[in-house]
């Protein structure tokens, strides 16, 4: 059974940083590529970041660009999302997700098997 469990949400501060790390299991990271997403209050899921199975290439929403670093440890089989100078519209739950086709990260829900249940990540001005 395949389980991808995300954890280190929590309230900071504006300009603050988490760190979220998404746990695999029944499943092999390294085959996998991942993404990290994110839902706001009334607001549709979006892509905030993408990674490939080496972990060479990275792909990011413009709104995290430049604060945002997604990385992968295969030999943990885990994943991370290392948010910094947060913002309050950063605020949200965030997903991480599981793509077996293996080609490079794709920015729609579609194209991601495995989802996990979320963190929820709070931002205060």
């Known amino acids: 059974q395949v389980q991808l469990v995300e954890s280190g949400g929590g309230l900071v501060q504006a300009g603050g940083s988490l760190r979220l790390s998404c746990a695999a299991s029944?499943?092999?990271?390294?085959?996998?590529?991942v993404g990290w997403f994110r839902q706001a209050p009334g607001k549709e899921r979006e892509f905030v970041a993408g990674?490939?199975?080496?972990?060479?290439?990275?792909y990011y929403a413009d709104s995290v660009k430049g604060r945002f670093t997604i990385s992968r440890d295969n030999a943990k089989n885990t994943a991370y999302l290392q948010m910094n100078s947060l913002k309050p519209e950063d605020t949200a739950v965030y997903y991480c997700?599981?793509?077996?086709?293996?080609?490079?990260?794709?920015?729609?829900?579609?194209?991601?098997?495995?989802w996990g249940q979320g963190t929820q990540v709070t931002v205060s001005s």
């Open positions: 997700a599981a793509d077996r086709t293996g080609l490079p990260p794709r920015r729609i829900l579609g194209a991601y098997d495995y």
């Open positions: 029944g499943l092999t990271l390294s085959r996998i590529v």
């Open positions: 990674i490939n199975r080496s972990g060479g290439s990275s």
